[in-house]
């Protein structure tokens, strides 16, 4: 009898806000391995913030996802199947097997990885590409320096939590931004941020003022938008801004800055980056934040989503906030 694997392709591009209608479930057979494949049977799904982006066909740091295949994204699972001598069943792994109960590789895509201390859901959130990308922006753009104010935008999230955590334990004063009482709570009760404001309540510079009597000297983004705007107008001169999303405009909405001039008067340093063309970083920053993970000196929170077929839904309420920390599927 044959397996079947269990797909979400993206079937249509999204006009505006994406949708559930853009994706499509299929169950496909599973072809038997040729020699070198690896079968790897994924647990969980890591849904990111990038992946909206990857839905449209326009220029960006990368090609376009195509229609009518399976949705890019990284995976954590085991090797159930294998036909390759590096790896053997039973082995977990890490990789980039999409939106898929079931990946076949030929190895070369895939990561193996210790769930002795540190369990294999982290692989894809604080040990993984997500706390890569905050340790990257924090420490070879905002540079940061005790005693400097640094400023995180969606700060109980996934990449954001790992970059507040990181700049207070280099001797910063860490503010948080993000959205209701409930998050700003997490930020600075279990995360350690020496403060936090509700984008949601009140006035956003105004509360961001209060919280930066010293001004900013480091910016981590994650927004755009209004957020990106208060936070320029708090920046003191040389500061810098990592940029690392903007998912205010991922639905093509317009996000032109009130105040551009902020950048020349105040000689900021503004660095987009994209954490996959650093390679060379991420051995250190894996082994480092590993480290602290396993000796639970880094707090991470996770929302997991249950079933394949809920990983749109989990998707789209992801870009909407409806998160808290890292946003997972599992499948198994």
Sequence with gaps: MTQTNRQILLASRPEGAASVDNFRLVETPLAALVE?????????LSLDPYMRGRMNDSKSYAAPQPLDSVMIGGTAGEV????????????KVVGMLGWQEYGTSNGGDLQLVDTTHVPLS???GPV?????????GLNRIIEPKAGQTVVVSAASGAVGSVVGQLAKRAGCRTVGIAGGAEKCRYVTETLGFDACVDYKAGNLYQDLKAATPDGVDGYFENVGGEVLDATLA??????RIALCGMIAGYDAQPMPLKHPQLLLTQRLLVQGFIVSEHMDVW???LRELGTLVANRQLAYRETVAEGLENAPS???GMLKGQNFGKQLVKLI
């Design 36 to 44: 070198g494949q690896v079968r790897v049977r994924n647990h969980y």
């Design 80 to 91: 159930v199947e294998s036909r390759n001598a590096k790896f053997k069943p039973g082995d």
């Design 128 to 136: 993984g590409m997500p706390g890569v990308t905050a340790w990257y």
């Design 314 to 316: 989990a998707f789209l």
């Design 122 to 124: 982290a692989y894809l």
């Design 283 to 285: 051995p250190q920053a």
């Design 234 to 239: 708090r920046m003191n001169a040389f500061g």
